[in-house]
Nanobody, 115 residues
Framework: QVQLVESGGGLVQPGGSLRVSCAVIGSINSLNDMGWYRQAPGKQRELVAGFNSQGITYYGDSVEGRFTISRDVAKKTLYLQIDSLKPEDTAVYYC?????????WGQGTQVTVSS
């Protein structure tokens, strides 16, 4: 059984940066096919960044150039560096498998962008 534990969110001013983390607890073969989602208030959850089956990164159009996904395989941890934050980036950020989420969702980590 895999457990996903997100952390690192917070309140940030527009234009600021933040790095969120996702610890993957339990048996998992690799961090390929893993990524980050977010859910803004009143909106559906969307995929924003991920590693494909070959470990190549990809991003959603709305975050391209501002978000950077990385990972520490030894620590079984995913990271999402978020730069040039905008108010519309306000959301709960989650990690899960991509492109289909097959694990139980963690609690997520709240990112709020506001002055």
């Amino acid at each position: 059984q895999v457990q996903l534990v997100e952390s690192g969110g917070g309140l940030v001013q527009p234009g600021g940066s933040l790095r969120v983390s996702c610890a993957v607890i339990g048996s998992i073969n690799s961090l390929n096919d893993m990524g980050w989602y977010r859910q803004a208030p009143g909106k559906q959850r969307e995929l924003v960044a991920g590693f494909n089956s070959q470990g190549i990164t990809y991003y959603g159009d709305s975050v391209e150039g501002r978000f950077t996904i990385s990972r520490d395989v030894a620590k079984k941890t995913l990271y999402l560096q978020i730069d040039s934050l905008k108010p519309e980036d306000t959301a709960v950020y989650y990690c899960n498998s991509v492109p289909n989420s097959i694990y139980y969702w963690g609690q997520g980590t709240q990112v709020t962008v506001s002055s």
